[in-house]
């Protein structure tokens, strides 16, 4: 792979993955319907996404620390992380394991980044079908079905062509994504003072004080889902020209930007703009307002825009903001799906290279220097799983819960890495590389225990998604296992590894 990327490259690639536009659009409702024994867990919404971006923090650092002293990762990431850290330990007994280690990360890693394409695919079949639906035109299952399908070939012919046209596409969507979220949270408050008379939901200092805590995890659950990719650009290591500076500083640039500027601005303002002046019908036909509208709406974010636009502009413009908002979530959702095919695809292809995986998908294209037998065959799988996805909304909870539950894994896991890699290590930093990879491990492991349990606990199709996500998770895990001990009996060789530098010979600022 060639070496192009500059800081400001490897930045707009993981902002393109914490997309805030995209997810703002997809995730209100879902936080607006949340419940706790029956009652509302909304309030919490924005305290919620203070606490996850904390706990997205601790695992950032120990990313970050890791690209610091493993600059040769390459597209490998944590992949490489998992062996790096064991084979440098002097004690034969400790590197024996490198091999395990690393195909564990890798293969789990597959959960989060083979599936996450889907669900992209799957939100952006459903918001264009939106957007069809506000010129009256109504798309048949198939149809929405072949929508998924066209969106995911997109972003793979983007892909394939190469990492500057992907880089170039994440600038321009970045540009105007941030744009429009300016300009909607300023028009949202600027809206709440113009009518300072209606009985809003909550007042400016409600929203950032919390108020119950176990409200406050259950939307922390949903809220941490946001912030996921700021790790991506560690995969893009291989295309770095300056992949020991430039990586660790893109990990936590784009968290900052996309999660403390963006979301905490955009989320304040639309949890600002809910009152009464949103107004809907809930499932049983009952007449809804403020949480309860906004849970009932497909489209919570365009009836705040529509209502801003006919209210502050004349009747009529808030349809025409409704399109050109709608458009940047879909622009946004293009960026967010690209950069998951090209950090999905870079984990499969540094296994492929190594044998860990079929070695087709280890290969280059001879013009563009991309994987791209693996581009297309994730393009496949995004196409089918954004299909499954698209058809119903418990088909795309049992998606997301899966994918979620390989980002917790893949998170935990490289928060234990980072503990390992600096144990013993010269100049180790007792905050940095004890203390932060310790309860980045636990926040993860408490995340992906709660989002379990939620999703058991609430019985009914919530219970039934949750077995089945369940169930994926772990037919993937038994399939990994019979491919390692298949693959070791055909390769021949130790467990061993040998493709990073061994301890004695191993200089811990080039590892």
Known sequence: MKRTLNLTSLLVNAMA????????????????????????????????????????????????????????????SSYYYAEAAFLEKEKAGHRKWARIAKFLVGWISHLYYWIYPGIMV????????????????????????????????????????????????????????????????????????????????????????????????????????????????????????????????????????????????????????????????????????????????????????????????????GFILVIIFAATVVLALIGTTLACLNTGVRITYAMGKEKEMPTLLGILHGRYDTPHYGIWILVAVSAALGAYGVVNVDNLTQITLASNTGTFLLYGLTNLIALWAFFGRPNSSLLKHRVVPLLGFLANFLMFGAIIWLGVSAGGNSASDAVIALAMVAVWLVAGSAWFIHNSKKLSRPVLATNVPQANGLDHDDA
Do not use: C
């Open 17 to 76: 993955l914490i997309a805030p536009g995209a997810f703002l659009w997809t995730t209100f409702q879902i936080q607006a319907a949340q419940t706790n024994g029956g009652v509302t867990t909304a309030g919490e919404m924005w305290t919620g996404l203070m606490a996850a971006l904390i706990l997205a923090f601790l695992t950032a650092i120990s990313y970050a620390e890791l690209a610091n002293i493993y600059p040769k990762a390459g597209s490998g």
């Open 122 to 317: 799957a939100f952006s079949a459903i918001l264009i079908v939106y957007i069809f639906g506000l010129f009256g035109i109504a798309l048949a299952v198939w149809q929405q079905i072949l929508v998924a399908i066209l969106f995911a070939v997109l972003n793979g012919y983007i892909a394939y062509r190469g990492i500057s046209g992907s880089t170039m596409t994440a600038i321009i969507i970045n540009a105007i994504q941030l744009a429009a979220l300016i300009a909607f949270a300023i028009l949202a408050i600027l809206y709440r003072h113009a009518h300072p008379d209606l009985a809003y939901v909550q007042t400016a200092s409600s929203i950032m004080i919390p108020h119950n805590f176990t409200n406050l995890l259950f939307q922390s659950t949903i809220a941490i889902l946001l912030l996921v990719g700021f790790e991506s650009v560690t995969s893009l290591g291989s295309e770095a020209l300056r992949p020991k500076q430039d990586i660790k500083r893109a990990i936590l640039l784009s968290l900052i930007i996309q999660g403390v500027f963006a979301y905490l601005f955009e989320y304040f303002a639309a949890i600002y703009f809910v009152g009464p002046q949103m107004t809907g019908t809930d499932a049983t036909g009952a007449a809804v307002s403020g949480w309860g509208a906004a849970a009932a709406s497909g489209a919570p974010i365009g009836d705040m825009v529509r209502i801003i636009g006919d209210s502050m502009f004349g009747g009529g413009t």
